[in-house]
């Protein structure tokens, strides 16, 4: 009996012991109350942030990172003693936001899955990270605001030297503007794309070489419910986008690049089904200078440029503004670090 008593005795404290190692702390802070952030936790987050640089951390990483985590708790309890709140359509619109740089133009249940693979968080946590970071960017603009947006405008030699430092970037390639009647084939079998091929043909037949059959014709036969009502107006088609040449193919690119202007082409096969063309313009590559405007954004490069170079100072100094607010908070808490814990 005595023995199972020490035994049982050892077991429990080698549980309690084992428990202690593992929520060993890395950091204890306390600005308005007390907050650990244990090695169990810290840990995850490393590991994480490893997988995604599919590299380990070296100590001194480890540290920095550490450094920011108490950085971010001190400015939420400073938030939260501030009572800075944000309403739960700031949240959603920030979660959308997230969602569109993704570029997940997915359900929300697979949106959702991809969060938990890509971030290792689940979506009530994920939810509750952008509130948080809401409620500490708001309390950032509250008490630097001032030191954040008093940034110096750029001059005009900056904004000639920024421009020609990035003046490739300025370069539009060569494009097109076309219309077209689009017969989609995506999901069919071998058999229906035939038909399809073979309607393309005839629609092709009864519209000739005009232009104007052509524009008469769109409603009643594309399947392209974004141009039909439009005479088949598609836009402007770069050389280089990538996104599109991914969805049509580069054999569709170089097809409805050689077609001349105000011409009804032949049936143009593409990734996607079968086109009949008419390009409306056709425009070399060309160097955009200071005073032109950037096709599709309606901005002169020079505004462009002028706010590139305010959004770099602004974000160095939302960056100067963090360091020194939690300097100030740092000054005002009490921190320990356990650097020993960080080896793992």
Do not use: C
Not at 39 to 47: A, I, L, P, T, Y
Not at 100 to 120: C, R, T, W
Request: net charge neutral; hydrophobic share 40%; proline share 2%.
């Amino acid at each position: 009996m005595k023995y199972a008593k020490v035994i049982a005795f050892l077991l429990v404290s080698a549980s309690i012991l084992s428990a202690q190692v593992l929520d060993a702390p890395v950091a204890r802070i306390k600005l308005y109350k007390t907050e650990v952030v244990t090695q169990k936790q810290f840990k995850e987050d490393v590991e994480l942030l490893e997988s995604q640089l599919k590299r380990k951390l070296s100590l001194d990483e480890k540290k920095k990172m550490l450094d920011a985590r108490i950085g971010e708790v001190l400015i939420a309890q400073a938030a939260e003693n501030a009572y800075v709140t944000v309403s739960d359509d700031d949240v959603k619109k920030a979660v959308d936001s997230y969602k569109a740089q993704l570029g997940a133009n997915i359900p929300d249940e697979q949106f959702k899955q991809l969060i938990a693979q890509q971030l290792g968080m689940s979506w009530d946590e994920f939810v509750s990270k952008i509130r948080r970071q809401l409620i500490s960017e708001k309390y950032i603009m509250q008490v630097k605001g001032q030191q954040i947006n008093s940034v110096d405008m750029p001059t005009n030699d900056e904004i000639n030297t920024m421009y020609n430092q990035n003046i490739q970037k300025f370069t539009v390639p060569e494009s097109i503007e076309y219309s077209h009647i689009f017969i989609d084939t995506r999901g069919l079998s071998d058999e229906a794309k035939k038909k399809a091929y073979n309607r393309a043909v005839d629609i092709k037949k009864e519209i000739g070489n005009s232009v104007k059959k052509f524009e008469d014709s769109v409603e009643k036969y594309s399947d392209d419910q974004n141009s039909r009502y439009n005479k088949g107006n598609v836009g402007t088609l770069f050389r280089t986008d990538a996104q599109r040449i991914n969805l049509l193919g580069q054999s569709f690119f170089d097809k409805v690049f050689s077609i001349k202007v105000n011409t009804v082409s032949d049936v143009i096969e593409s990734e996607v089904g079968y086109h009949i063309v008419v390009v409306k313009t056709h425009s070399d590559p060309k160097l955009l200078g200071l005073n032109d405007v950037i096709p599709g954004s309606g901005q002169k490069v020079y505004d462009n440029v002028k706010n590139a170079i305010i959004l770099q100072r602004k974000q160095a100094a939302y960056k100067k503004a963090i360091e020194d607010l939690v300097k100030e908070l740092r000054d005002k808490a009490t921190v320990s670090v356990y650097d020993n814990n960080l080896n793992w």
